[in-house]
Each structure stands twice: as C-alpha cells, then as structure tokens.
T-cell receptor
Framework: KAGVTQTPRYLIKTRGQQVTLSCSPISGHRSVSWYQQTPGQGLQFLFEYFSETQRNKGNFPGRFSGRQFSNSRSEMNVSTLELGDSALYLC????????????FGPGTRLTVL | QQQVKQSPQSLIVQKGGISIINCAYENTAFDYFPWYQQFPGKGPALLIAIRPDVSEKKEGRFTISFNKSAKQFSLHIMDSQPGDSATYFCAAKDAGGTSYGKLTFGQGTILTVHP
C-alpha cells in the first residue's frame, strides 16, 4: 500500500507570495493532519481534517488555511508569506477507527526568501 | 506552553550500548504516547506507542517505560546500532472530545551511534 505522498517536495517563494501544498493520504484513510517543523519550534500542529471538515486547529495565524476534498486529499495554503514560514510542512493520515496511529509523509520543504 | 518536555537534546552512544530518551508531560488528559523516528529528508515514522494502562511495552530492541504518577515516559533502545542514528520524538495525544488527532511533540533528541 502506498504511503502518504506530498507535493511538491521543495518550494522556494518570496515574501508576500502565497503557496499551496498538497497531501494524498494512504488509501482508505479519511483523516489528514498538518504539522509545521522548524529547528526552533519543533513539530507543531496546524490543523486536522476529516470528511472535508476541519476538526481541530492549532495556534497559527489566519494566513494558514486548509481544506480536504471528497477523496480525502488535502491542501494547505499559506498567504502573504513571511520569512518565518520557512519550514518543513508535514502531512499525516490516519484511519477513523485507528485515529491514534498517524502516518507521516516526507514533507514539503518551503523556503521563503 | 510546551506540554511535552524531552531530554536530552542530543545523545551519543557506542554500538551495542543502551540509548535512553526521556519525556515528561503536564496534561493529565493525555492518553496515548507514541515515539517517532525521523531520518534526514524523511517524515517521522511511528516506532512504538503506549497507553497509560500499562507500565511497559517492548517491541524488538525498543521499549517504552511509562510512569503515570510521575507523568514521565521513556524510550530505551537496546543494543544500539549505527542505523539507529536519527532524531527521535516523543509525543502525546489528548483523549478530549475536541482534540481528535492532534499530537503534541517533544523537542526531539538527535541520537548518534558510533560503530
């Protein structure tokens, strides 16, 4: 079974631009969570989606948003990029019935110049 | 507010030795405690996990010890191998109704195993 896939793997943007990252969960998984990983702050929860609904949101500004489609694929968007948004953005998927077990993708490395 | 504190930040052990990483938590509502292993350029991979109803769980060379009263848990890697060199994260999940899949992570431990 294929794992969680994320595209693109690397991205370079400039301040003020916006970016959209994509995540395809493991087949059959209906829950998708997003995390931001930085050297200073570690892994921080952004939000979680299930059945196209946001179920939980972390402590991030409104510039960070996301959505989930009917096929469980998810996208996250960051508008008005800031230098501090440079990070590895990780997507994780889980089954509804085994929501504790989350499987992570390889991440998208975003660099903001 | 850092709810899961992990130590040490880095750890160097010799091949065949025991690696021990510790985590402490504050939120008594946490009811699921996984450990993740991350190699450079990869996403975190689930290694082993435990719930508060048991004090120890072992899978191969990896063991989690859990102390509910002290609100602490630790990862022991027996017979450490150079291939175990990676960053290890402890995490915790709240059983509360609105937390769903949110994992709270420790800051990570960079483990280096010398041959």
């Amino acid at each position: 079974k294929a794992g969680v896939t994320q595209t693109p793997r690397y991205l370079i943007k400039t301040r003020g631009q916006q970016v959209t990252l994509s995540c395809s969960p493991i087949s059959g998984h209906r829950s998708v969570s997003w995390y931001q990983q930085t050297p200073g702050q570690g892994l921080q929860f952004l939000f979680e989606y299930f059945s196209e609904t946001q179920r939980n949101k972390g402590n991030f500004p409104g510039r960070f948003s996301g959505r989930q489609f009917s096929n469980s694929r998810s996208e996250m968007n960051v508008s008005t990029l800031e230098l501090g948004d440079s990070a590895l953005y990780l997507c994780a998927s889980s089954l509804l019935s085994q929501a504790d077990t989350q499987y992570f993708g390889p991440g998208t490395r975003l660099t903001v110049l | 507010q850092q709810q899961v504190k992990q130590s040490p930040q880095s750890l160097i052990v010799q091949k065949g030795g025991i690696s021990i990483i510790n985590c402490a938590y504050e939120n008594t509502a946490f009811d699921y405690f996984p450990w993740y292993q991350q190699f450079p350029g990869k996403g975190p991979a689930l290694l082993i996990a435990i719930r508060p109803d048991v004090s120890e769980k072992k899978e191969g060379r990896f063991t989690i010890s859990f102390n509910k009263s002290a609100k602490q848990f630790s990862l022991h890697i027996m017979d450490s191998q150079p291939g175990d060199s990676a960053t290890y994260f402890c995490a915790a999940k709240d059983a509360g109704g609105t937390s769903y899949g949110k994992l709270t992570f420790g800051q990570g431990t960079i483990l280096t195993v010398h041959p």
